[in-house]
Each structure stands twice: as structure tokens, then as C-alpha cells.
Nanobody, 117 residues
Framework: QVQLVESGGGLVQAGGSLRLSCAATGITFGFTTMGWYRQAPGKERELVASITPAEGTNYADSVKGRFTISRDNARNTVYLQMNGLKSEDTGAYYC???????????WGRGTQVTVSS
């Protein structure tokens, strides 16, 4: 049914940048709220950023001013541009797709982001 394929994770030095991508299939992308979550080792999953079909955005306080979420409906893809990366940003980043009307709540498999200090 719903499939989310993530890419763009890797190793970067503090102060550097990465761009994550998530390609979605099996959903009406233009009617889906997309989000990025992250989970550090031994910690709970937390919301990093989300974007609605109308392109309204929401960010965790810890990433405001540094991260930007965007979407390309023609390509069924959501992006997370991460600038000014810190060691505290290290973790597994997961793509999420959610639709209230259709009770859809799907997750990607995660992509690792490691920031060296």
C-alpha cells in the first residue's frame, strides 16, 4: 500500500549541511501531511518538522532557523534541508505520511544522520 523511500543521510561535520528526501507511493500525496521525525539512541522519537497539503509548516524549537521542510507534489517527494548541523542532531531520521480522513499513518525505514564534533 503506502511506501516511503528515504535518502540523503550520512556523516557530516558540525556546521555542515545535509538534504534528506522522502519519495511516497500508494497515497494521494497532495492531500497528505508529511513529517520528519528523529530518534537518538536510547531516546524517544520526536517531531522535527511537518508540512501540510497547504504548505503550512511546523518545527521543533531546537531546529528553527536551521532546518527547512518543503514538498514537491509533482514528484510526490518531501525534503528536509538541514543547515548549521550540531552534534545534538545525530540520530535516525524517519519520514511520516498522515491523512486524517483516510486514517493513514505510514512510516519510512529511517536514514542515519551523524554529525561529528
Amino acid at each position: 500500500q503506502v511506501q516511503l523511500v528515504e535518502s540523503g543521510g550520512g556523516l557530516v561535520q558540525a556546521g555542515g549541511s545535509l538534504r534528506l528526501s522522502c519519495a511516497a507511493t500508494g497515497i494521494t500525496f497532495g492531500f497528505t501531511t508529511m513529517g520528519w521525525y528523529r530518534q537518538a539512541p536510547g531516546k524517544e522519537r520526536e517531531l522535527v518538522a511537518s508540512i501540510t497539503p497547504a504548505e503550512g509548516t511546523n518545527y521543533a524549537d531546537s531546529v528553527k532557523g536551521r532546518f527547512t521542510i518543503s514538498r514537491d507534489n509533482a514528484r510526490n517527494t518531501v525534503y528536509l534541508q538541514m543547515n548549521g548541523l550540531k552534534s545534538e542532531d545525530t540520530g535516525a531520521y524517519y519520514c511520516n505520511a498522515k491523512q486524517v480522513l483516510g486514517s493513514t499513518n505510514a512510516w519510512g525505514r529511517g536514514t542515519q544522520v551523524t554529525v561529528s564534533s
